[in-house]
């Protein structure tokens, strides 16, 4: 059996310190979302100011819904006729690139800077 090394403590250490500091600057330097994008199915369903406070329902066949609120600068999944309620339980989502997905629904929400300039594909399949 081998015992843990001073060598491997610091190692370890210096790993969590990076893994910390790494998280750390990653959210400082999320921009502040102004805008959400509801897809519904792959298609575009809307794109919403996150500074007026609304909610949106997206109905879909099958009784599918889902209720989306924006609120004080941010954007939840309130209600949602999926099983798991994941998405309900996710919380709200106000950064550049944050997203919010029901999968069962088939209902993606992400917050973007601007109109959509913003927006990349995260592969290119050819």
């Known amino acids: 059996m081998t015992i843990c090394k001073k060598a491997d403590i610091i190692l370890a250490i210096l790993f969590l310190l ?11 330097l999320a921009a502040p979302g102004a805008r959400v994008v509801i897809m519904v199915d792959g298609k575009e369903y809307g ?3 996150l500074q007026e406070n609304r909610a949106i329902e997206v109905i879909q066949p099958g009784e599918m819904r889902n209720v989306i609120r924006i609120e004080n600068g941010s954007a ?27 999968l069962p629904n088939k209902v993606l929400l992400e917050v973007i800077v601007k109109g959509g300039s913003d927006r990349s594909p995260d592969s290119v399949t050819y």
């Open 18 to 28: 990076l893994g910390g500091a790494s998280l750390w600057l990653t959210h400082q």
């Open 76 to 102: 939840f999944m309130d209600e949602s006729t999926c099983k798991n309620q994941v998405c309900v339980h996710q919380g709200a989502i106000s950064l550049s690139h944050q997203s919010i997905v029901c």
């Open 47 to 49: 794109t919403y100011s």
